[in-house]
C-alpha cells in the first residue's frame, strides 16, 4: 500500500533551520506531484510548498517563500523541504502529500486534490 513517511521534525530556535524528508513508497513516485501542508494548534491546514513530476516547477505559500525550498529524488523516491530563518509561527505539524498527476509541469496547491498524505512531523520554533 501507499506510505509516506515524514522525518526530520524537532525543537529549533529561531533562526535556526530544518529539512525535513518524506520517504514514499508503493506508488510510482515519478507520476505523483508532491507536496508539504502544515497545521498549527486550532488553525486549519495551509499549504507550504508543492513541486511537480518533473521537479521543474514549484510553488510557495508567501509566508515561507524565499525561506523554504522543496525539492525532489526520484531515485530515493523522497521529497525535501528545507526550511530555513524559521520562525514561531512556523511552529506545526507538517504533512507531505502525493498528488497522481498527468501533467509533469503543474503544480496543486489545495489540500483536496492530494491523494495520499503521510503521518506528520512536529516543528516547534521557540522565540
Known amino acids: 500500500q501507499v506510505q509516506l513517511v515524514e522525518s526530520g521534525g524537532g525543537l529549533v530556535q529561531a533562526g535556526d533551520s530544518l529539512r525535513l524528508s518524506c520517504a514514499a513508497s508503493g506508488l510510482s513516485f515519478s507520476m505523483y506531484s508532491m507536496a508539504w501542508f502544515r497545521q498549527a494548534p486550532g488553525k486549519e491546514r495551509e499549504f507550504v510548498a508543492s513541486i511537480s513530476r518533473s521537479g521543474g516547477n514549484t510553488n510557495y505559500a508567501d509566508s515561507v517563500k524565499g525561506r523554504f525550498t522543496i525539492s525532489r529524488d526520484s531515485a530515493k523516491n523522497t521529497v525535501s523541504l528545507q526550511m530555513n530563518s524559521l520562525k514561531p509561527d512556523d511552529t506545526a505539524a507538517y504533512y507531505c502529500?502525493?498528488?497522481?498527476?498527468?501533467?509533469?509541469?503543474?503544480?496543486?496547491?489545495?489540500?483536496?486534490?492530494?491523494?495520499?498524505w503521510g503521518q506528520g512531523t512536529q516543528v516547534t520554533v521557540s522565540s
Open positions: 502529500a502525493a498528488n497522481r498527476s498527468i501533467s509533469s509541469y503543474t503544480t496543486y496547491v489545495q489540500g483536496n486534490d492530494y491523494n495520499y
